[in-house]
């Protein structure tokens, strides 16, 4: 990074006011749980924008599908990255327009993509022949995005071995959707929580140098779409918005230029949503392993299977807040509480945690908001799908006594008061 961008790093995002005074108005809420502050989704929202004026943001609702969280970005003016026709329902009972969803998702039915052209979803994404030729057949008239491979250094979540196609053969692809009255475009995923700038310089090349060589067969695209990858607040630092939004622009115009008339995507998810929430869970157990080893085992009521898939391998840290006046911090190994010995969540990424800390102790996982309800099972173990509720500083939110989305489930409320205590 350079001086500029040292000086620029993300602030790490604690507690909001407003999710501290929630916590704080709520000390026997049954852990764990998920606030999610709305205002900062729409602060997020409001700086990307402004940092790439040009993008056309399109939220990636797989990141967090809570309705609060559609409609804020909807009445924003956001569009919607889907994955499934359960997305495409969700955004369509919102009412939001199908214009504004994209289906971006490379693996679908043939079924479900002839039902989202019926919604009128036009934006379509493939990285296979097979899969172009289900649009060809189901969408006519629609615009399909071919996605390049990348190689996805730098990011905590790579994405670069499931999705993805070369260049050479996307040159393929992008003539057969031409020849076949598609209009297309470009889309490339640099790897999720990317953290190195150059990152979209290099997927840009590729898919700069693809455009140039369609347009000099007569072929011009619709548009390049830059996927996810921009980040938020975990333990590592990262830039600001403003040094991805000025490095995205080079790239922008050293390869494509200056004249591109294609529209520019984006797809952020866990950008907008992940420093706006924090999950509060409890120590359920301390232990050492072997008895007198330095290094404690301190098991959480949240695990790999009900909210924290994404510390597989532990790729995404998380930064934890522990109560205060409990000691120096000293090594520990982060578990969750299910029978499963996968659920172990950081062993070697170095975490401490206060000498003191007891059972019971409610610990705070910060910039929890994006991958977490989403990912979390439906009852494994018995456990609860992870429970949410939204906060902002304007007045009353409703908050939700289940997870989102649980199709056909209805998790149990504890304690159904505390879902409508929420900030005033």
């Given at each position: 990074m350079s001086t500029a961008q040292v000086r620029e790093r993300h602030n790490p995002a604690g507690l909001t006011p407003a999710a501290r005074r929630f916590l704080a108005a709520n000390p026997e809420l049954?852990?764990?749980?998920?606030?999610?502050?709305?205002?900062?989704?729409?602060?997020?929202?409001?700086?990307?924008?402004?940092?790439?004026?040009?993008?056309r943001v399109l939220y990636a609702v797989k990141a967090n599908p809570a309705r609060e969280v559609l409609q804020r970005l909807a009445d924003l003016g956001s569009s919607f990255d889907v994955a499934s026709p359960g997305e495409i329902d969700r955004c369509l009972k919102l009412g939001i327009?199908?214009?504004?969803?994209?289906?971006?998702?490379?693996?679908?039915?043939e079924r479900d993509i002839a039902y989202a052209r019926s919604c009128g979803v036009g934006i379509f994404t493939v990285d296979a022949e097979a899969e172009l030729d289900k649009v060809i057949r189901q969408a006519p008239g629609s615009t399909v995005y071919v996605r390049i491979s990348t190689d996805g250094a730098g990011a905590d979540w790579p994405l670069s071995r499931k999705f993805g196609c070369s260049p050479g053969d996307a040159l393929g692809l992008l003539r057969k959707a031409a020849h076949a009255g598609l209009s297309f475009g470009v889309s490339?995923?640099?790897?999720?929580q990317q953290r190195d700038l150059t990152a979209w310089d290099r997927a840009l090349a590729d898919a700069g140098a693809l455009v140039r060589t369609l347009s000099q067969e007569g072929y011009q695209a619709a548009g390049v779409?830059?996927?996810?990858?921009?980040?938020?607040a975990y333990r590592e630092p990262v830039a600001g918005i403003g040094a991805y939004g000025q490095a995205i622009h080079r790239a922008l115009a050293r390869h494509l230029g200056q004249d591109f008339a294609g529209e520019?995507?984006?797809?952020?998810g866990r950008y907008l949503v992940g420093d706006a929430g924090v999950i509060q869970t409890e120590v359920v157990l301390i232990s050492r392993r072997p008895a007198g080893d330095q290094t404690r085992w301190v098991y959480l009521d949240i695990g790999m299977f009900n909210g924290l898939t994404e510390t597989l391998d532990e790729a995404i840290r998380y930064r934890i807040g522990a109560p205060p006046g409990r000691g120096a911090p000293g090594p520990v190994v982060l578990a969750g509480p299910s029978c499963d010995s996968a659920d172990v969540l950081y062993e070697k990424s170095g975490y401490q945690l206060p000498v003191g800390l007891r059972i019971g102790d409610r610990l705070q996982l910060m910039s929890a908001g994006a991958y977490t309800a989403s990912y979390s099972t439906v009852w494994f173990n018995g456990f609860e799908p992870l429970r949410t509720f939204f906060v902002s500083a304007a007045g009353p939110v409703t908050g939700t006594p289940s997870a989102?989305?649980?199709?056909?489930t209805r998790a149990t409320a504890p304690d159904r008061q505390h879902a409508h205590a929420l900030e005033r």
């Open positions: 049954q852990t764990p749980f998920l606030v999610l502050d709305l205002d900062v989704v729409e602060a997020r929202y409001r700086q990307l924008t402004s940092a790439m004026p040009r993008a327009d199908p214009a504004r969803l994209a289906f971006g998702n490379t693996v679908k039915k490339f995923h640099v790897g999720s779409n830059l996927g996810g990858g921009l980040p938020c520019v995507l984006t797809e952020p989102q989305p649980q199709p056909g």
